[in-house]
């Protein structure tokens, strides 16, 4: 029989599809990427810089966009949507909502809705109130507890409650939606009825205002934790954070060129208004 040629073949593949890249900054936060423990990790994000994902990761990433697709199919034959992905820039997000739905019969009763998948660990952790018909909801169609689903899932809240900014600020005041997972193990799905808080959003998205100021002045947050740390251990931006602190003089200037694009875009935005 001739060598194994498929698996290497394969591996090279994802190799060259999952290496790292420096991409065009962002000059608006994305609501994807809105929740973060550490400021500096998404300001290095905003400048342009696309982490290396191992292929494993890149295959469930995919899947994950498979799930989006096809419940958005789903819900375009239910004729529940109202407004399909587009994208909206605001003030400082910029970003694509999955889909706004409305209430059949009733296109005054609106729900912004944010899909995921979640494997079974993350499932059993949501903080589910019930199951009906082996459909999980949050509580019905009455309002989550917010702060159990955000300690819960930090990242989706603040996603969700980011693309609800984004909308009231393009002139869509929906307020409301629910949060979407189908379990990737599974194929079960459920969803939590969510409502705009204020509060919340901001303190979920303080590091993101943090990051995106910083850009705007043009410099760079210094590490807010040590590199031992147990918040640096497995973040994305770590091969950056860290060779950009041991001085890697190439990289220092690649970034001080990103930070100077960012402040001069940001003053000529300014200068509009």
Not at 46 to 65: E, I, V
Not at 140 to 152: D, Q, R
Not at 166 to 186: A, Q
Not at 258 to 265: E, F, I, S, V
């Amino acid at each position: 029989m001739s060598e194994d040629w498929l698996g290497p073949a394969i591996d090279a593949f994802y190799h060259e599809l999952c290496k790292p890249v420096w991409k065009p900054i962002k000059t608006l936060l994305s609501p994807s990427g809105c929740w973060n423990v550490c400021p500096r990790a998404i300001q290095i994000r905003q400048l342009g810089y696309n982490p290396r994902f191992n292929a494993q990761t890149r295959r469930r990433m995919d899947n994950g966009t498979f799930m989006h697709e096809r419940w958005e199919g789903v819900f375009a034959e239910m004729g529940l949507v109202v407004m399909e992905e587009k994208y909206l820039a605001g003030t400082d997000f910029g970003g694509t909502p999955d889909n706004l739905l409305h209430k059949p019969g009733n296109n005054d009763e609106r729900l912004l809705a944010e899909l995921k998948s979640i494997n079974s660990n993350g499932w059993r952790k949501l903080p589910w109130a019930g199951q009906l018909k082996g459909v999980y909801r949050g509580a019905s169609f009455a309002p989550t507890n917010m702060a159990a689903l955000a300690k819960a899932q930090p990242r989706h809240v603040a996603q969700w409650l980011a693309y609800d900014r984004l909308l009231l600020e393009n002139g869509y005041d929906v307020g409301k939606g629910v949060i979407f997972y189908e379990n990737k193990d599974s194929q079960q799905y459920g969803y939590f009825f969510v409502v705009r808080d204020d509060p919340l959003f901001a303190a979920l998205t303080e590091n993101a205002q943090v990051a995106l100021a910083w850009n705007r002045k043009g410099q760079l947050i210094g590490m807010p934790f040590k590199a031992t740390s147990p918040q640096c251990k497995d973040c994305d931006a770590r091969p950056v954070c860290f060779r950009l602190a041991d001085g890697d003089e190439p990289l220092i200037k690649r970034v001080g060129e990103r930070l100077k694009l960012t402040k001069k875009a940001w003053r000529a935005e300014q200068a509009k208004k």
